[in-house]
T-cell receptor, first 114, second 114 residues
Framework: NAGVTQTPKFQVLKTGQSMTLQCAQDMNHNSMYWYRQDPGMGLRLIYYSASEGTTDKGEVPNGYNVSRLNKREFSLRLESAAPSQTSVYFC?????????????FGSGTRLTVV | GDSVTQMEGPVTLSEEAFLTINCTYTATGYPSLFWYVQYPGEGLQLLLKATKADDKGSNKGFEATYRKETTSFHLEKGSVQVSDSAVYFCALMGSSGSARQLTFGSGTQLTVLP
């Protein structure tokens, strides 16, 4: 089915470990986004990529890096995981940058840092 | 900056009850307004949207009207079903410049009992 695919779905890390969250979309969308979801705080934007070859910081970028590998793929890397990064991470895409027609979200990665 | 305030949950209703989830916003200019729904274990899905004052968004029996005079976008449904149990997020997208990004409320958990 067309949409946004995130891997892995679940991950447990020890403090200080690194990992990369993968995201791919097959809708030929230009823009992609990474959000984190924490209880009582809604979704907060970590990084976004308005188009292939560009990336920019969102509201909460500290401790993360991103790579827009090609038009389809946008990865999020935690270089040295901290317990404060325990969260559910969502990747999203849209046809155009900040498209008012809405975004398509992946099903999320639940990350626990111990 | 722009912000969204949602009615705190959780909300528990019996099947066929009337639903209202309040949402108010603070933004400059003329934002677009959205309701997203997140079913258990899934990503967010766009439920409905409105892009200008007095517009009514509707989908799957849910409705919301963009009220600029009260800066509100309350979600309503006349008769809820068990299958409507989910988390509902109100969101806005600013109309220009650095405000042109998707800002989410904290979410409202709805449980519908048979």
């Amino acid at each position: 089915n067309a949409g946004v695919t995130q891997t892995p779905k679940f991950q447990v890390l020890k403090t200080g470990q690194s990992m990369t969250l993968q995201c791919a979309q097959d809708m030929n969308h230009n823009s992609m986004y990474w959000y984190r979801q924490d209880p009582g705080m809604g979704l907060r934007l970590i990084y976004y990529s308005a188009s292939e070859g560009t990336t920019d910081k969102g509201e909460v970028p500290n401790g993360y890096n991103v790579s827009r590998l090609n038009k389809r793929e946008f990865s999020l890397r935690l270089e040295s995981a901290a317990p404060s990064q325990t969260s559910v991470y969502f990747c999203a895409s849209s046809e155009e940058f900040w498209d008012s027609y809405g975004y398509t979200f992946g099903s999320g990665t639940r990350l626990t840092v111990v | 900056g722009d912000s969204v305030t949602q009615m705190e949950g959780p909300v528990t209703l019996s099947e066929e009850a009337f639903l209202t989830i309040n949402c108010t916003y603070t933004a400059t200019g003329y934002p677009s307004l959205f309701w997203y729904v997140q079913y258990p274990g899934e990503g967010l899905q766009l439920l409905l949207k409105a892009t200008k004052a007095d517009d009514k968004g509707s989908n799957k029996g849910f409705e919301a009207t963009y009220r600029k005079e009260t800066t509100s976008f309350h979600l309503e449904k006349g008769s809820v079903q068990v299958s409507d149990s989910a988390v509902y997020f109100c969101a806005l997208m600013g109309s220009s410049g650095s405000a042109r990004q998707l800002t989410f409320g904290s979410g409202t958990q709805l449980t519908v009992l048979p």
